[in-house]
């Protein structure tokens, strides 16, 4: 009896994982699908730019908010433990080089999975839902192209702005607490921070990732949305699903890719 | 929503991303106008280059002219092989040498320039001859405790010979 309980959890087990590959190879699969019927998205170009409204131009107040508040944080914070050193002028090396190279892209992305990737989850769901999608299969209008597509490609394209916005404001909040409130000496804020932050190594890097991530967060959203049980509880699950998986993805990715490019690529 | 607006917010939204990526460029990052892109690389061999990395800077009077390029082993020469990259606008005479400094106690190790006084310049792909390696404090403490054990010994052999006088 024992034993067959055992198995009964390995197998849970099992069922379990297996269960989360084949999501995840589904939802590449769709990626796929999505970027081979992208064609119509960049020739009807307004599609996307309704869409980047939608994802990029509305979460805007969130991540300036946000942003604002985590530079503040960092600023204090930093400053608290510098001072023990003796090095409080190093703020704005901390400040800029933590939110350049994680907290931009990924806290960004965070906070776009619950705001843009639940709302296009929930926007496909019900459209499935309501067989929206089934009638315009009917026409002989492809749901990918024209539903999907230009969802994904506005969450690309918003993604990378709104991190370089959420690493600039967060960098102006750590200015406004470290110098103007606590009062660090304004050249060396931020000549040691331009002593420090490379473009290429760190710049750059920050902004591959938030497109990465910009690519995972709308993959899943449109992916769950497209798949999503077309039932008032399907649409709530699937939404659920958005948030839950796209910000474990964007944490896995982002720990990959800081190894990759802290320690090179060979 | 009318199309017209749409346009405006989303250009508003791309207007205000490419202002912040201007800002972490220019304001926050190194990449200023001044530091003209192009560099010409010199070469220099050291015995013990200690904690340098690639990318550590290379000052000259304490002023960034350039960066690490790359940190290799010579298996040759068996010592560290240094290739700089120092910023075209900087030219040093051909006697120049470099050494490997700390900045402060903890700081970081970046390599020094001191010119000389040749009147040619260094060029792409030249050597500089003139090397100093890192301080390794084991070495210093090392050479410190040795010369002091000598000193004690050279005494007591004195006075060991004092004694049987």
Redesign the interface.
């Known amino acids: 009896m024992p034993l067959d309980a055992t198995l009964r959890g390995i197998r849970q087990v099992g069922d379990r994982t297996l269960r989360i590959v084949e999501r995840v190879g589904a939802t590449v699969a769709f990626l796929g699908l999505t970027l081979a019927q992208s064609a119509t998205s960049f020739r009807r170009f ?1 599609l996307v ?2 869409e ?2 939608y994802a ?2 509305q979460s ?1 107040i969130i991540i300036l908010v946000s942003g604002l508040f985590v530079g503040m944080v960092l600023g204090l914070q930093g400053h608290e433990t510098l001072q023990n050193y003796g090095s409080e002028q190093s703020v704005g090396v901390l400040v ?1 080089l933590s939110l ?1 190279r994680e907290l931009g892209p990924v806290v960004s992305a965070l906070l776009f999975a619950s705001r843009a990737g639940s709302a296009i989850t929930a926007e496909i769901g019900l459209m499935k839902a309501t067989e929206q999608l089934s009638a315009m299969e009917m026409m002989a209008v492809s749901p990918i192209s024209r539903v999907v597509a230009p969802r994904f490609w506005g969450g690309v394209f ?1 993604m ?3 991190a ?2 959420f ?3 967060g ?1 102006v909040g750590g200015f406004l607490v470290a110098v103007v409130v606590i009062g660090v000496d304004d050249g060396a804020f ?1 000549s040691q ?3 420090a ?3 290429r ?3 750059v890097n920050g902004i591959i990732k938030s497109v990465v991530f910009g690519i995972a967060v709308s993959a899943i959203a449109t992916f769950e949305g497209y798949e999503a049980p077309p039932t008032a509880e399907g649409v709530s699950g699937a939404t659920t699903r958005t948030v839950v998986s796209s910000s474990l993805a964007i944490l896995a990715l982002d720990l990959v890719m800081t190894a990759f490019m802290l320690k090179g690529w060979n | ?1 009318e ?1 017209s607006t ?2 405006l ?2 250009g ?3 207007l ?2 490419f202002f ?2 201007l ?3 220019f ?6 106008a001044g530091g003209s892109g192009t560099t010409y690389s010199v070469v220099a061999h050291f015995d013990n280059i200690g904690q340098l990395k690639e ?1 550590a800077p290379v000052r000259s009077a304490g002023v ?1 002219v350039g960066r690490v390029r790359s940190v290799l082993f010579d298996p040759v020469h068996y010592n560290a092989e240094v290739t700089l990259a120092i910023d075209s606008q900087y030219q040093f005479p051909k006697d120049t040498s470099a050494s490997v400094l700390t900045s402060g106690i903890l700081g970081e190790q970046y390599i020094g320039l001191d010119a000389g006084g040749d009147d040619k310049m260094l060029k792409n792909g030249d050597e500089i001859k003139l090397t100093q390696g890192a301080m390794v404090l084991e070495r210093l403490i090392g050479q410190f405790l040795f010369s002091k054990a000598q000193e004690g010994g050279t005494s007591k052999d004195g006075a060991d010979k004092g004694g049987k006088k």
Do not use: E
Request: proline share 2%; net charge positive; hydrophobic share 65%.
């Open positions: 307004g730019i309704r980047i409204f990029g131009v805007l800029a350049v918003s990378p702005v709104l370089m916005l690493s600039a404001m960098i931020w921070m331009q002593a932050v490379d473009f190594h760190d710049i | 929503m199309r749409l346009n917010w989303v508003i939204f791309v205000l991303g912040s990526f800002m972490l460029a304001k926050v990052g190194n990449l200023t990318r960034l």
